[in-house]
């Protein structure tokens, strides 16, 4: 089973408006963390915002936010007021406790274009 | 800007030969990931170093081979490549590798491509 799962191959947005980019998650682990990153087109990884498994309270980080639903175990990136900049490739990903590398395991990724 | 810097940027190899990608990781950090990420695909776990020493290791086969020097720079070696090993390889380095919620500053990646 996929780690991690983003049904949106693409999503399209009205500069200025909110769009939601979708993520669910697979794991046993009672500690984890849940990442979203963006990646234009020079191919660099931008952290975006953090959420951790005990976190009670939802993440923000200035027009970005992350909508967390522990019980559907789900981690949606919310982004308010849209710009042409946020034309992207944005990543969910997820770092377990119980993976003694703690590596990141990324999901395949939703490719959001901004319309002027 | 990460502080991390992979060189070289682009990459052209023929199959068969042997690559040699670097990062050099921000400072202060003393663990480096590497990912592959093939067109279209998120990035795949390739291996961590911490330390100097291998941390843990993802599905790729033993001619990915890696070091981290005492600086904590790392090298990622890929032998025989084939057509396949194209792709974006990423270095992130982080400050510590026993927390979930250890952030992973990426570096630009080098792009390789396998002819």
């Known amino acids: 089973a996929q780690k991690i799962t983003q049904t949106q191959p693409g999503m399209f947005v009205q500069e200025k408006e909110a769009v939601t980019l979708d993520c669910t998650y697979d794991?046993?682990?009672?500690?984890?963390?849940l990442f979203w990153y963006k990646q234009p087109s020079s191919g660099e990884m931008i952290f975006l915002i953090y959420?951790?498994?005990?976190?009670?309270q939802n993440a923000t980080e200035g027009r970005y936010s992350l909508n967390f639903q522990k019980a559907r175990k789900s981690a949606n990136l919310v982004i308010s007021a849209s710009q042409l900049g946020d034309s992207a490739m944005y990543f969910c990903?997820?770092?377990?406790?119980?993976?003694?590398?703690?590596?990141?395991?990324f999901g395949k990724g939703t490719k959001l274009s901004v319309i002027p | 800007e990460t502080g991390v810097t992979q060189s070289p940027t682009h990459l052209i190899k023929t199959r068969g030969q042997q690559v040699t990608l670097r990062c050099s990781s921000q400072?202060?950090?003393?663990?480096v990931s590497w990912y592959q990420q093939a067109l279209g695909q998120g990035p795949q776990f390739i291996f961590q170093?911490?330390?100097?020493?291998?941390?843990g290791r993802g599905n790729f086969p033993p001619r990915f081979s890696g070091l981290q020097f005492p600086n904590y720079s790392s090298e990622l070696n890929v032998n025989a490549l084939e057509l396949d090993d194209s792709a974006l390889y990423l270095c992130?380095?982080?400050?510590?590798?026993?927390?979930?919620?250890?952030?992973?500053?990426f570096g630009q990646g080098t792009r390789l491509t396998v002819v």
């Open positions: 992130a380095s982080s400050l510590a590798r026993g927390h979930p919620n250890t952030e992973a500053f």
């Open positions: 794991t046993s682990d009672q500690s984890y963390g």
């Open positions: 959420q951790g498994s005990y976190d009670e």
């Open positions: 990903a997820m770092r377990e406790a119980g993976a003694g590398s703690y590596q990141l395991t």
């Open positions: 400072s202060g950090h003393n663990t």
């Open positions: 170093y911490y330390r100097e020493e291998e941390n």
